[in-house]
């Protein structure tokens, strides 16, 4: 069964970090490019991040740009979203999600989630104090 699963969500305080994580289960990210979205209450879903398949570039929407890191490890076959200096307007569900389109740029990839393969079932975060 092919499956990403997301991990690491949580109540948080306003400037409070984060880690999220995205394993892969019954097949390899090696050949997808990864990315993470997030869909507040009443709010279209948005990509916030996205990184090649080699992990050499990154994208970040402008509203997480200095915050938020995102990263990969083939060996683990898992993506990551570090998330610094949390604001309440971060709150969100946050979904990774597995593309294996070519030809696009990143930018472009991740304003497409339509463009994307596989998908978690998400992890809630909370900033609230």
């Known amino acids: 069964q092919l499956q990403l699963v997301e991990s690491g969500g949580g109540l948080v305080q306003p400037g409070g970090s984060l880690r999220l994580a995205c394993a892969a289960s019954?097949?390899?990210?090696?050949?997808?490019?990864l990315g993470w979205f997030r869909q507040a209450p009443g709010k279209e879903r948005e990509g916030v991040s996205c990184?090649?398949?080699?992990?050499?570039?990154?994208y970040y929407a402008d509203s997480v740009k200095g915050r938020f890191t995102i990263s990969r490890d083939n060996s683990k076959n898992t993506v990551y979203l570090q998330i610094n200096s949390l604001k309440p307007e971060d709150t969100a569900v946050y979904y990774c999600?597995?593309?294996?389109?070519?030809?696009?740029?990143?930018?472009?990839?991740?304003?497409?989630?339509?463009?994307?393969?596989?998908w978690g079932q998400g992890t809630q975060v909370t900033v609230s104090s």
């Open positions: 019954g097949f390899t990210l090696d050949y997808y490019s």
């Open positions: 990184i090649t398949r080699s992990g050499d570039n990154t």
């Open positions: 999600a597995a593309s294996n389109a070519f030809g696009v740029t990143l930018k472009t990839m991740c304003s497409r989630d339509y463009q994307h393969d596989y």
